[in-house]
Nanobody, 123 residues
Framework: QVQLVESGGGLVQAGGSLRLSCAAS????????MGWFRQAPGKQRELGAIISSGGNTNYATSVKGRFTISRDNAENTMYLQMNRMKPEDTARYYC?????????????????WGQGTQVTVSS
């Protein structure tokens, strides 16, 4: 089993920045792809960004150029740096991890999930 714990959410004004962290513990040797997904009220969970074990990244069009995903394998931690934030970025952000080395943008294919951290961007 793998445990994922997110931190760093909060309230920020439009144009501001936040940095999310996801700490992994447990059977972390089994993890390959990790990602950040988000879900706004009344909407489906959607991709934010994903990163492979080798550091290859993939972003949703809506965040590309503003968000940066990274991971520190030595510290078992993944990050999401969010800049130039917009009100439409408001959502609960979830950390996810996948055993398969094949990267995918589909949430249901991820094996482990954190509880999420709320991000609110005011206009």
């Amino acid at each position: 089993q793998v445990q994922l714990v997110e931190s760093g959410g909060g309230l920020v004004q439009a144009g501001g920045s936040l940095r999310l962290s996801c700490a992994a513990s447990g059977s972390i040797f089994s993890i390959n792809t990790m990602g950040w997904f988000r879900q706004a009220p009344g909407k489906q969970r959607e991709l934010g960004a994903i990163i492979s074990s080798g550091g290859n990244t993939n972003y949703a069009t809506s965040v590309k150029g503003r968000f940066t995903i990274s991971r520190d394998n030595a510290e078992n931690t993944m990050y999401l740096q969010m800049n130039r934030m917009k009100p439409e970025d408001t959502a609960r952000y979830y950390c996810a991890a996948r055993i398969s080395p094949v990267t995918t943008r589909v949430p249901v294919t991820y094996n482990y999930w954190g509880q999420g951290t709320q991000v609110t961007v005011s206009s």
